[in-house]
């Protein structure tokens, strides 16, 4: 018989969660892991994965069941889920494996199983469960994600990570799959997103042949991003929130009051929307200036 009381308080740091191994090692033999099936203490997940009955199913124990069926780690949106850095856990979950295992065991949900090596640097154990590190999750997770460039900017408005923590790992991963939109977006943070954020409103607006416009349009003390003089519109172009500082803010509120009280109408627009929503940044610009002709 094991130390139950070892095994109890494994169980609970584990959310539930006890594997054959590691109720073997704890002490128990086969028979008695039988037993306390039988008897309904313990419930199968998958093979060789339990759950405690005294728990529910939670996402927690999910996570940790997904991880260890595949004895891999948790990476990407499940791992930014386990860090903290989204509010909820999204689905399916992304779990990591450096052997050739396939999903094929894991019948709980859907499940994204991806067969990647990382590096030791890149990995580490929160609440005893082995994930990848704030910069790793950061740089995949973005690069898996639809709208992965607020995922990133929000994380280095946070302090979470550092762009230079993200180049290191886009440097240890180059050539691997999905490197490549994460160095598109870690080169953006790293450089003037606000200018990277024009270049793409300049192509927008000649590619839906928009003309009339200013770029740099003096206006008082200030500069506009982009002007309509003759129909006083303006538009104001932002690029990342992490490169956004409070002085800066307190400007742009200044010369808005004052667009206001000329009687100009204006909209801002993030390296974001014109990523992400181009065709709505579109529509909104035209209605805008089909209002003041």
Same mark, same amino acid.
């Not at 991880?67 to 856990?89: E, K, P, Q």
């Not at 499940?111 to 994930?131: E, F």
């Not at 160095?183 to 927008?204: G, K, P, Y």
């Given at each position: 018989m094991g130390d139950s009381g070892a095994l109890a308080a494994l169980i609970a740091e584990q959310d539930g969660l006890i594997t054959s191994a590691q109720a073997l090692r704890g002490g128990l033999t086969r028979k008695e892991i039988r037993g306390r099936l039988d008897r309904r203490e313990w419930c199968a997940l998958v093979r060789g994965i339990y759950r405690s009955s005294s728990h529910p199913l939670t996402e927690s124990l999910l996570? #940790?069941?997904?991880?260890?069926?595949?004895?891999?780690?948790?990476? /990407?949106?499940?791992?930014?889920?386990?860090?903290?850095?989204?509010?909820?856990?999204?689905? &399916? @979950?992304?779990?990591?494996?450096?052997?050739?295992?396939?999903?094929?065991?894991?019948?709980? +949900?859907?499940?994204?199983?991806? #067969?990647?090596?990382?590096?030791?640097?890149?990995?580490?154990?929160?609440? +005893? @469960? /082995?994930?990848?590190?704030?910069?790793?999750?950061?740089? *995949?997770?973005?690069?898996?994600? &639809?709208?992965?460039g607020r995922f990133l900017d929000r994380a280095l408005q946070r302090g979470v990570v550092t762009v230079t923590e993200l180049e290191a790992v886009v440097e240890r991963y180059a050539g691997s799959r999905g490197?490549?939109?994460?160095?598109?977006?870690?080169?953006?943070?790293?450089?003037?997103?606000?200018?990277?954020? !024009?270049?793409? *409103?300049?192509?927008?607006?000649? !590619?839906?042949?928009?003309? +009339?416009?200013?770029?740099?349009?003096? *206006?008082?003390?200030?500069?506009?991003? *982009? +002007?309509w003089p003759d129909l006083r519109v303006a538009i104001e172009i932002d690029g990342l929130a992490f490169h956004y500082q409070h002085d800066r803010f307190q400007a742009d509120r200044a010369k808005y009051n004052a667009l206001d009280a000329a009687g100009w109408r204006k909209k801002v627009y993030t390296w974001h929307d014109l990523t992400y929503r181009p065709g709505e940044v579109l529509d909104e610009v035209l209605e805008m200036l089909n209002a003041r002709i």
């Open positions: 996570v #940790r069941a997904a991880v260890a069926a595949h004895h891999g780690v948790a990476d /990407r949106t499940t791992a930014a889920w386990w860090h903290g850095m989204l509010d909820s856990l999204t689905y &399916p @979950l992304t779990v990591a494996t450096a052997n050739t295992t396939t999903a094929d065991r894991w019948s709980l +949900g859907p499940l994204d199983l991806t #067969r990647r090596h990382y590096d030791d640097a890149d990995l580490t154990m929160v609440r +005893g @469960l /082995r994930v990848t590190t704030p910069p790793a999750t950061v740089m *995949f997770g973005a690069a898996a994600m &639809p709208d992965g490197i490549g939109e994460a160095r598109r977006l870690v080169r953006i943070a790293s450089q003037d997103s606000e200018s990277e954020a !024009e270049r793409l *409103f300049v192509r927008l607006l000649r !590619e839906a042949g928009i003309t +009339g416009w200013v770029q740099q349009l003096r *206006f008082g003390r200030w500069r506009l991003d *982009f +002007g």
